[in-house]
């Protein structure tokens, strides 16, 4: 299981951008489709962004097209999440996730392996 650790919350106003970081323990860091979802309050935890293995494939839900961008680094084990513009309905708590399957993954029962979350709070 790879164990992952993210980075980057915080506070930030509406229209403003904060970038995530996802680093990984295991050097087979590269071996992993990744993806970031999120959590708000008293509501079901919801897919965000995804890359694969290679980093040729992304993947993103409707609300953060054209706000946000995955990447990774595989030199350094650590996956991204530029996010721009954001929104107060974006505050929530953000995990990144790892799978050993293949592609760019939207759907969180394919991952198994998640960080504890970092937060993200805009406000307006």
């Known amino acids: 299981q790879v164990q992952l650790v993210e980075s980057g919350g915080g506070l930030v106003q509406a229209g403003g951008s904060l970038r995530l970081s996802c680093a990984a323990s295991e050097r087979t860091f590269s071996a992993n489709s990744m993806g970031w979802f999120r959590q708000a309050p008293g509501k079901e935890r919801e897919f965000v962004a995804a890359?694969?293995?290679?980093?040729?494939?992304?993947a993103y839900a409707d609300s953060v097209k054209g706000r946000f961008t995955i990447s990774r680094d595989i030199a350094k084990n650590t996956m991204y999440l530029q996010m721009n513009n954001l929104k107060p309905e974006d505050t929530a708590v953000y995990y990144c996730a790892a799978s050993s399957l293949f592609g760019a993954l939207t759907t969180s029962r394919n991952f198994g392996s998640w960080g504890r979350g970092t937060q993200v709070t805009v406000s307006s």
């Open positions: 890359i694969s293995r290679s980093g040729g494939s992304t």
